[in-house]
């Protein structure tokens, strides 16, 4: 007989470790995750994330930690000239080696599948959860299903029937040896770049170690165009880059007025997570804290008997809330007028020499 799981998580990024974490040894869990592929990211963990690692009883090892520490924000606005920096605490890590750390601290709790999912059907009183991995097709049954699996989120697709979400933009990144790279002043500063004639949302700069890397997001049409276009920009103020190392891209969740949370489906023991929720900060992408709380917050209450979709979602209000909040921040930040009057008056602003 096939064995039938209590819940299916999909995906190993740290929404689904922190699920894994806060959830009860007492239950069969299995963890479905596509092959290891790089995922696109800035690997900056904000003082938020740093707080809810701890509540985890967790602290980022050494060995995931990358160099430099970032402690401001310089923050430019291509077109009204501005530069300004902001004091900000970043942990700065390795995200490959993170997301594995995060998993190995939940070993033993689950049994683990690689391949990719495609969605999922009923199956009587369960769920089939399919799957391809090198084998061909195969499924799991289970009593409720977990969606950790990112922006781009098939359990999401399955159940929601959303159509050409209107809330995805595309973010490209581009690696570069940091020797070869020319007007970075300031290394221990994560660079905030604006530039509403490319995209409403922005465009960012940090070093790795040896690397720096450039990226941004923007929407899908011409997004390549959008990046190279944005890259020469950046060369008339002095920042220029060498031969690029890589060049990434993935959807990202963005949204000024769009962007929709979505915390599972009525009545049916499916739930969502991290960002395949939409729970990711529009004005800065930053996501990892929002991953962590929505995943050890489920966690912690969840049982398959009974459907939790509404404790899970009075547990995460607040979180809406302060995304919600971010939401103004984004408005603000991204409206040349706006940004102009704000960046101009300096408040909050720092010499960069701090
Ligand atoms: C360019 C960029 C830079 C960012 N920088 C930062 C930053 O510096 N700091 C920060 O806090 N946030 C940042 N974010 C946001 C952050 O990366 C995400 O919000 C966070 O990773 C969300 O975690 P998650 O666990 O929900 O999803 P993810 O980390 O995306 O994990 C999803 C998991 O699901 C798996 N998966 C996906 N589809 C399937 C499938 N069909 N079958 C099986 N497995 C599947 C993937 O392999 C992955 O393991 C950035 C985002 C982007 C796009």
New binding site residues.
């Given amino acids: 007989m096939e064995k039938i799981y209590d819940a299916v998580v ?7 470790a922190a699920f894994l974490c806060g959830v009860s040894d007492s239950y069969k869990i299995a963890l ?3 092959k290891a ?1 790089r ?8 003082p938020t ?1 740093v707080k809810y690692l701890d509540k985890m009883g967790l602290q980022v090892p050494e060995t995931v930690k990358e160099t430099p520490k970032i402690k401001v924000i310089r923050t430019v606005d291509l077109r009204g000239g501005f530069t300004r920096y902001y004091p900000r605490n970043y942990v700065n890590v390795d995200r490959e080696k993170f ?1 594995r750390w995060l998993i190995s601290v939940t070993q033993g709790k689950f049994d683990s599948y690689c ?4 969605g999922f059907e009923k199956d009587g009183e369960n769920f089939r959860v399919k ?1 391809f991995d090198e084998m061909g097709e195969k499924f799991l049954l289970c009593k409720s299903i977990i969606g ?7 359990i999401r697709r399955t159940f929601s029937r959303e159509n050409g979400r209107k809330d995805m933009y595309i ?1 490209i ?1 581009q690696w570069f040896f940091a020797a070869e790279c020319e007007g970075h002043e300031n290394f221990n500063a994560f660079s905030c770049i604006f530039d509403n004639s490319v995209s409403d949302s922005y465009a960012w700069i940090f070093t790795k170690g040896d690397k720096i890397a450039l ?1 941004g ?1 923007y929407p899908k049409a011409d997004s390549r165009k959008r990046f190279e276009t944005e890259k020469e920009a950046l060369k008339k103020i002095g920042v220029t880059f060498g031969e690029p190392l890589a060049t990434e891209a ?1 959807n ?1 969740v963005f949204g000024k007025n769009q962007q929709k949370f979505l915390l599972g489906a009525k009545n049916k023991k499916i739930y969502l ?4 929720a939409g729970l ?1 900060s529009p004005s800065s ?7 962590l709380k929505s995943g050890f917050e489920l966690g912690k209450i969840f049982t398959p008997d009974e459907n939790i979709l509404p404790q899970y979602k009075k547990k995460i209000r607040f979180l809406k809330l302060k995304l919600r909040f971010k939401r103004v921040k984004s408005f603000v930040l991204c409206t040349p007028f706006i940004r102009f009057i704000v960046m101009r008056s300096g408040i909050t602003a720092v010499d960069k020499k701090l």
Avoid: F, H
């Fill in positions: 999909i995906g190993a990024g740290p929404a689904s479905l995750n596509k592929s995922k696109v990211c800035g690997g900056l963990l904000s994330a997301d391949g990719t999912c495609t799957y950790g699996d990112g922006a781009n989120s098939v973010a990144q990226g997001a993935c990202v997570i991290g960002e395949a990711i992408l930053e996501g990892i804290s929002s991953a």
